[in-house]
């Protein structure tokens, strides 16, 4: 384009990975942005938005500016408003499902919604068979995006035939690559010790998907023919694959070269290096191997790279391979074949003019792949681009969400960590300090399981995991098999008062297991918390408490959302359900719709089990009958002023309408939150989402007293409002509410800005 028109385009923010972080967009968003700076008229007009993905974030050069961490949703708003404040022009979005948060990804519709200028999306991965998920999140970034730019053809088929965008808004931009000559192959052979060896190179992050192991099998046919063969692999392991399974997939790899007796012909470089040393890589390997196993591979930048430098490329036939490798410029082999890869590169080796043709054709190509031809495409869309026309109608929905997510104080684990050991959660404290008199319990550790679950879910924070394990191992010893039941309370020196807990403490474990086999952050945990909800389930059936059923369906329900197929947790959730619902038609009146005598304590967990039972079983009349008996348990607990007054446990709430205010609990505010965040969540009706904000206010201040009941600095909160104000001690079942209700209010925004993006 015409550089007049690119000093009309000024400041640009560029959001993706950045070096140092170890991973292909990390180093596509460095390279793009270096050669869009260069075509700015100031420099420093371009800046980017780092993605963090580890705690402590990366040692950044100056060109990033503000960092976001992949798992807290507030930060993709601060990032937004840092844009708009400083009146960035243009935003240029790297993506690909796996570096943000949320659900596959969908944190990052949250930042492109408040944008105020136009977006463009590169995208990384096309996927022709979405999850249901994965296909909003990508609606959802053609919904916010201005252009959606691709790096093959077959990705803007994929988008207008298989998500019906329109390909008005798709745009063709090739990868970017390097601007390098054209070398001699084995110039570099010294440089790297490998002198008078023919290299085959295979680049890039290790993972599974990349079938190395193919290229290892092809090796010894290839060796019987040319020994001076040195197959080279270059990379560190993808740090995603390291931190799920360690190096097993190296070590795999390593193995089968033992086995294959390939050891003096295999070099494994665990490196991550700068691009000068990877160029000189290329360029004096003599075949280039990409052995991947799927087809379902749309862009690759360790093949553009290749092309562009001007290597032999011998490829399986992902769909950038066939695009970039047609007409010449590399040869194509079918997918775990390895004698047929072994068959091609035999025949290069020993064609010496095949293989310079081929070089030179994909050398010739890819000139128009230079990040400085790259850079200038993204100008010319840019400069074509109008202003969203949609904006204004934006703005109201996007800050409504926007302050809600600011208003909301940070988790804080400090005083759950507090309060917990290598044995579990300890039940009491003297004012904040655990009091070990009073030892442990099912109940509270359920609790923690539940709330450490909700938030490893939330934030994809791994310092919380031991914690888990601990409440998870505690509920595995409190199961005792000759009874089927849970034990309860447990002394500090590990000593049982009981050989049966109570219902409720049995089915609130069932409800944190269920909780577990949901949002389990691998599969060990999840087969643990199966199994112990499968063994501990069919005690249930006898049991006569209203709010272990309701406690139960919970559990049931979450445990469904993996086995949906379960037929004897289906009957379960159905009976205990019907129970509820029955009890209330037989007990309930218009003028006292509760069905027992008094209003007790977690009362809203029983129209929250009636409301998930309802919605799913399918029965309309129960689901009705929940959200009447929610509505009702929020109108008597509001008081004039029109904050929440809890039920107290000082006499409770009788037919008379007689309702203690003193001994209000934030269990009580934890099931009401629960259950009108489910209501918001499945009906999207704004009402809901004010009541919860009004319930979780009673913990901030907004009560009968006007203090807060959460204790900003230990992140506990006071065991409740008593007659002489709230109680100084920070135990585990208050603290617990506060942190269930406070994760649960995070979660389900997500969830609801999610579902109004797509």
Known sequence: MDKHKIKNIGKIAVIGNYIPRNCGIATFTTDLSMALAKELKIERDLINIAMDDIPKGYDYPSPVKFRVRQNIQSDYFWAADYINAHRYEAAILQHEYGIFGGEDGSNILHMLKSLKMPVLTNLHTVLENPSDGQRKVMNGLAKYSDRLLVMSKKASDILTRVYGIDRKMVCFVPHGIPDVSFEKQGLYNKQFALENKDIILTFGLLAPNKGIENMIEALP???????????????????????????????????????LKM??????????????????????????????????????G??????????????????????????????????????????????????????????VKAYKHCRNMIWEEVARQHFDIISDINKRKSLDNLKDVVWEYHKIFNELPEINLSHLRTLSDSTGIIQHAKYTTPNLHHGYCVDDNARALIATAMYYSLRKDKTVLPLLQTYLAFLYYAFNEETGRFRNFMTYDRRWLEETGSEDSHARSLWSLGVIVKEAPDDSIRNIAMLLFKEALPAMKPFTSPRAWAFAILGLQAYLAVYEGDTDACNMRNLLANKIYQLFKNNATDQWPWCEEKVTYANAILPHALIVAGQWVPNLDMYAMGIKLLRWLLKVQTAPEGHLSLIGNDGWLDKQGNHSKFGQQPIEAMSLINACLNVYISTGEKNWLQESERCLSWFMGQNDLQTPVYDYKTGGCGDGIESYGVSANQGAESTLAWLVSLIKMYTAMGIQVEQEVC
Request: hydrophobic residues 35%.
């Open 221 to 259: 046919a290839i060796v019987k023919k040319y020994p001076n063969v040195t197959y080279l692999i270059l990379g560190k392991t993808h740090p995603h694959v390291l931190d799920k399974s360690g190096d097993s997939y190296r070590h795999s790899l390593q193995q089968l070269t033992k086995k």
């Open 302 to 359: 360790t093949l553009a790279y290749a092309l562009g430098v001007g290597a032999a490329v011998v490829s399986t036939p992902f769909w950038h391979a066939e695009e970039l490798l047609a007409d010449g410029r590399g040869c194509l082999v079918p997918f775990n074949n390895s004698a047929a890869m072994s068959k091609t590169i035999n025949e290069l080796l020993a064609n010496d003019k095949k293989r310079e043709s081929m070089r």
């Open 263 to 300: 050891d003096k012909h295999v070099l494994f470089h665990n490196h991550f290096v700068e691009l000068d040393t990877l160029v000189h890589y290329i360029q004096t390997s003599k075949i280039y191997s990409i052995p991947y196993l799927k087809k379902e591979q749309i862009t690759s």
